[in-house]
């Protein structure tokens, strides 16, 4: 046997095995919001003592999962990477998947638009893949783990305009741009650096405000009227 492969293998069941449990399952989706949690946060969401969420907490973190961040005497856990996130994500895809026809039961709020680990999802995040897609602004190409978006001339005029500054997004060690399948609307999103960059421009901007302990982004009226006017967006 391949030696690379059984150690993959391996690590895929490990990781498996680590989300395997209902507890360790609510840490993990509670934190696709992207924001930190302490561990007595934590233990509130999985609905387990602080003990046993501490033993969670480590076994998540073993399998890099999850990463703690000390700050003062506290200390913060997040996920691991944007890859967990959307692996979350896709579990979401398979999970929901087994009904015999596709009912999403995602809050309203939650369906509009909401934050996937650091990037937009729900129905804004695949309107604005959508119009970046009909305007030609990125080209998809296969690749190994996935899609990537390339983007075109008029791609980089367009993202620049907006705000977004491309070099310094493509200086960040991860994914620039790819296809992320959005689990309540069933179609594609932005995923990567790219997508990231434009939701930090859409909050300083004001287009879009994050709802305080939820995943939820609420779509403000200067937003909306941004959003028609640059990209003939309406939602």
């Known amino acids: 046997m391949n030696p690379e492969r059984h150690d993959a293998e391996r690590t895929i069941s490990e990781i498996g095995a680590a989300i395997s449990e209902p507890a360790r399952v609510r840490i993990l989706y509670s934190l696709l919001d992207g924001r930190a949690r302490t561990s007595t946060?934590?233990?509130?969401?999985?609905?387990?003592?602080?003990?046993?969420?501490?033993?969670?907490?480590?076994?998540?973190?073993?399998?890099?999962?999850?990463?703690?961040?000390?700050?003062?005497?506290?200390?913060?856990?997040?996920?691991?990477?944007p890859d967990v996130a959307d692996a979350l994500e896709a579990l979401n895809l398979i999970a929901s998947s087994s009904r015999d026809e596709f009912l999403p039961n995602t809050p309203g709020d939650l369906?509009?638009?909401?934050?996937?680990?650091?990037?937009?999802?729900?129905?804004l995040g695949v309107a604005l893949y959508n119009n970046f897609a009909d305007r030609e602004w990125f080209c998809i190409r296969s690749v190994r783990n996935g899609s990537?978006?390339?983007?075109?001339?008029?791609?980089?005029?367009?993202?620049?305009?907006?705000?977004?500054?491309?070099?310094?997004?493509?200086?960040?060690?991860?994914?620039?741009?790819?296809?992320?399948?959005?689990?309540?609307?069933?179609?594609?999103?932005?995923?990567?650096?790219?997508?990231?960059?434009?939701?930090?421009?859409?909050?300083?901007?004001?287009w879009v405000e994050k709802e305080l302990d939820s995943r939820a982004l609420t779509i403000t009226d200067y937003g909306r009227r941004e959003l028609r006017r640059r990209l003939n967006i309406q939602l």
């Open 41 to 81: 946060e934590l233990a509130m969401v999985a609905e387990v003592s602080p003990s046993t969420t501490s033993a969670h907490l480590k076994r998540l973190h073993r399998q890099k999962l999850i990463t703690g961040i000390a700050q003062g005497k506290h200390r913060y856990y997040r996920l691991y990477s």
């Open 111 to 123: 369906m509009l638009a909401r934050t996937c680990y650091d990037h937009i999802a729900g129905r």
């Open 148 to 206: 990537a978006c390339d983007l075109s001339a008029q791609g980089r005029n367009g993202f620049a305009s907006l705000g977004i500054d491309l070099e310094e997004t493509s200086r960040l060690r991860r994914r620039f741009a790819y296809e992320c399948l959005d689990w309540s609307e069933r179609r594609p999103h932005l995923g990567g650096a790219l997508a990231a960059s434009l939701l930090r421009v859409m909050l300083e901007k004001n």
